[in-house]
């Protein structure tokens, strides 16, 4: 049931002092925008059972997926309030609050999924970027790998940056991404991942770039004739919940879920990128694009240099310390 959300460590604290029978659950709400089978829906998923199993059914994890409950402009304020417990909004989208989330959103930044693991791991970086969540009442638990970003678009194939030229991008909500398209002569159109596929249906945007996954299960592919391989940029997500939901737990109750998200990260981290990999073949199969291509070491390196001028731009807005840090690692 639906009726406990956002009252149940209350409701443990209540029976507590004798005023409830105690044997609610506390229900845990998790909202997040895409479909079960992809790196995240399958990890919310897992999250549920084994959340479940180590708090010996004391909790009982909602997962709403496709953007059920909220889609990803909402899903931040609502883990604010307490409406739902958990989220897993892509990083960009953290950006909104905190700018310097937008950091895994510049191009090229990351050669691998290890080097972002690297930075989150890493004091100057992921230590900075989750701390800061505390100001806004949120709680980071973990990061959890979606994997690169490929580019389709429906005119023609994507090879030089020539060819981004005056074509309608869908972006997620982040500044960075804007300039990144905008860099390639492209015109940027910010939008929540709900509305994705139809947009492209109806030609309102040209193009868009997600991971193999996000292009798979939503159908991308299926209205688009083209995708580039590129590998230019990094989704990932930060798994957050209310702090004061989180700290108001029993302890034994948030050791719990402590071990099946760890468990679950684990398990991400070990399979993102087979599932995109997955996809791709998936999507090869049924045949509706008119051509994958994989990005030459060449096009690489055009794409770099027109792109390069991001850098520069949110040199302020993100911080030179975070951007110099991320840089380094990339050496
Ligand atoms: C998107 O909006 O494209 C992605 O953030 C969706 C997701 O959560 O992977």
Redesign the pocket.
Known sequence: SGLMAGCGARSEQGSENGTKAGNEKIVIKFS???AEN?P?GQAAIMFEELAEKYTEGRVDVQVFPNSQLYN?DEVLAAVQQNNVQMA???T??VSKLFPQWTIFDFPFAFPDTDAVQTAMESEEIGGKLFSMLKEQQLLGLAMWD?GFKQMTLDEHPLYMPEDFKGQKFRV?SSRVLEAQFKALGANPVPM??SE?YSALEQGVIDG?E??LS?IYSKKFHEVQKYMTISNHGY?G?AVITNSAFWEGLPTDVREGLEKALDETTRWVRENAQRLNQENLEKIKADGTLVEIHELTQEEKEAWMKATDVVYEQFKEEVGEDLINAVMALRK
């Open positions: 997040h925008v895409v992809t995240k990803d897993a909004p892509a960009s989208k979606n997620m929540p991942f994705v868009q997600n991971t996000n989704l997500y």
